[in-house]
């Protein structure tokens, strides 16, 4: 199975072999509004395997606050050490000194805004100021983060604590340490962290990688191999199986499972939900186990499969969907807020994936479906005309909508009206609410191919796209044009504005597979360029073949850093993610030798996986 599959789509370019071009065509943006819903209900199937299994450490800081109190009148100054939180064992008050006399009295420090307040009179005297810090004891003076002072009241209690500065969400729209760690993930560089390269005499590709909220990283790849991820080799069933390992933030191995049978299985999209909840989803051949039992291909043509595990691998519930005597391709997959999990792709023929059978048009038609966190059906709905249409990404936003992109050629209607195609394939975007109904669509393109791969949404519902284009695109913000292949970006509001755009490579192109976000918004791309490549912060120059590259851009737009890896053999960056402390990962595949930071490593045959984070 070849990750680039789509039966229409255009052989890709060697993209960075001149500056963009012109052309003469037309582009094309059409956007529509109005709402369709279809639901129903259904049941799931449970699995089993082989695993191995590391023991991690954990542990996490404390908090406090602090107080040093100044009596008296204007003539008085206090003396505090910033740097001082609480009270302490050998000494437990602080002073204020009389400016005038010399005169130095004793305060007890603990009476700070979480201490030893009691909201009763006599707590204080009127006039009183202290200096006060709600926040974690550790991040006052760090960054941004400030004490403030408050005054007692003439009630004799007191008042609120103002002018701190608390720790915030890093935002790289303003400049500053915002979550006051110590580091401004919006001004670095991107230090490698740790890497690990893995594979046999077959083919291996790191294929997708997802963190959760405890910045562990989970890697999803698939493997002809043996091959060890750190917990001991891993053997294969006989064909591409594929493989499901998590490491902890500072890259030491915590576990790996391998799924498969003698036949080929393929993993196309993993993501962790708010509870630790790993779902995965891509096609198989024959028959694969994820802990609760086969599932099976009747037909042996490829079918999809769509799973749900615990935190620690472990088997919660798993389905398969197949579309005889057509296939099924899945094409993105991601966990709300709820824990509902929300699913597309591609298909042909008869497809039912709970509620109902839904017939493919043509070619193939693009469906979406939900499940709820315990894997029942809620809704699913499909669109297409006798021409090929298909999800390649989606994302659910905070309060449970859903976004999803993809390409089609001919006439779409996602359920808020038709989206015409301009002509070889244009990319479409489109936002459903919680219950599967359209909110609104729009189509981006001209009579050349315009391809999206990749979505994702940030804390504040913005959208990001990236993909493949040729000819010329309007995505809101005017015409980018192109003679020759070259990756684009496009980043939306959550009612579908414009925000940016921008191709990606200045001196050239480059093709990205995978985008993300970090928590503070930058947005993360990785792919593979040849040639040179120049995202904003210099050239890139290919070593031959093409090469790997991962860039961090901010969310406005502007070049963060851009880093490229390779030699004169061939290396992609397949999958990204960013963690909510701001540290980045990556996957794909490599031949020949690749060096990720830590010193060169070689490919033992075929195509040799590799995954690589990173700080901020």
């Known amino acids: 199975m070849s990750r680039f599959r789509y039966v229409l789509l255009p052989a890709l370019v060697a993209a960075c072999q001149s500056e963009p071009g012109t052309t003469s065509a037309t582009s094309g943006i059409e956007s529509t509004t109005a709402t369709t819903s279809d639901s129903t209900t259904a049941t799931t199937s449970d699995s089993t395997n082989e695993t191995t299994l590391d023991t991690p450490t954990t542990g996490g800081p404390g908090t406090m606050s602090i107080g040093s109190e100044s009596q008296g009148s204007a003539s008085e100054t206090t003396t505090v050490d910033p740097t001082t939180v609480g009270p302490t064992t050998s000494d437990p008050t602080d002073t204020t000194t009389d400016a005038t006399t010399g005169e130095t009295t004793a305060v007890d420090p603990s009476n700070g805004p979480d201490s030893t307040d009691t909201g009763e009179p006599g707590e204080c005297s009127p006039g009183d100021t202290q200096d006060c810090y709600s926040g974690p004891p550790d991040t006052l003076g760090v960054g941004l983060c400030a004490a403030g002072q408050r005054t007692c009241g003439p009630d004799e209690t007191w008042g609120p604590c103002d002018g701190e500065v608390l720790p915030a969400a890093e935002s790289c729209e303003t400049e500053g340490d915002e979550d006051c760690d110590g580091v401004d993930s919006c001004d670095s560089d991107g230090a490698q962290a740790w890497s690990l390269v893995a594979g046999g005499e077959k083919d291996d590709e790191g294929v997708r990688v997802a963190y959760d909220g405890a910045g562990n990283l989970v890697l999803a790849a698939k493997s002809a191999s043996t091959i060890d991820l750190g917990g001991g080799p891993l053997a294969p069933k006989g064909g591409s199986d594929v493989l499901l390992a998590k490491f902890s933030p500072t890259g030491q191995h915590l576990w790996s499972k391998r799924f498969g049978d003698a036949n080929l299985q393929d993993v196309w999209q993993v993501v ?264 904003g912060g210099g050239p890139l120059v290919s070593d031959g073949g093409s090469d790997a590259f991962l860039l961090k851009l901010a969310p406005s737009g502007d070049h963060v850093w851009s880093k490229h890896f390779g030699d004169d053999a061939n290396q992609d960056g397949l999958g990204v993610a960013g963690s909510a402390a701001g540290d980045v990962a990556f996957s794909g595949r490599f031949q020949g030798g690749i060096n990720l930071g830590d010193g060169p490593k070689t490919s033992k045959g075929g195509w040799d996986l590799f995954v690589a984070a990173f700080e901020p």
């Open 272 to 535: 962790v939900g708010p509870a630790g909840e790993i779902v995965l989803t891509g096609d198989f051949n024959g028959s694969i186990d994820f802990g609760g039992g086969p599932l099976t291909n009747p037909q042996n043509t490829e079918d999809t499969y769509l799973v749900k595990l615990t935190g620690d691998g472990e088997h919660v519930w798993s389905k398969s969907f197949n579309s005889s005597p057509g296939s099924v391709h899945a094409g993105g997959v991601d966990v709300d807020a709820s824990g509902n999990v929300l699913f597309g792709g591609r298909f042909i023929g008869p497809l039912d994936l709970g509620g109902g059978v839904m017939n493919s048009s043509g070619l193939s038609d693009a469906f979406v479906g939900k499940f709820t966190s315990s894997g029942a059906h809620v809704w699913s709905l499909r669109f297409g005309d006798g021409m090929q249409q298909y999800v390649t990404a989606l994302a659910a936003d905070a309060t449970g909508n859903l976004v999803v992109t993809g390409g089609f050629q001919g006439v779409i209607n996602p359920g808020n009206g038709q989206l015409s195609s301009a002509g070889a394939e244009d990319v479409f975007l489109a936002r459903f609410d919680a219950n599967g109904n359209a909110v609104w669509a729009k189509r981006f393109g001209n009579g050349a191919s315009q391809i999206s791969r990749g979505l994702a949404i940030d804390g504040g519902g913005r959208v990001t796209i990236v993909g493949e284009m040729g000819g010329s695109a309007d995505f809101g913000g005017g015409p980018l044009m192109t003679a020759q292949t070259f990756g684009f970006a496009a980043q939306f509001e959550s009612n579908g504005s414009h925000r940016w755009s921008k191709m990606l490579g200045q001196a050239g192109g480059a093709l990205p597979l995978d985008v993300a976000n970090d928590g503070a918004g930058n947005v993360l791309v990785t792919g593979n360029f040849t040639n040179l490549c120049d995202f």
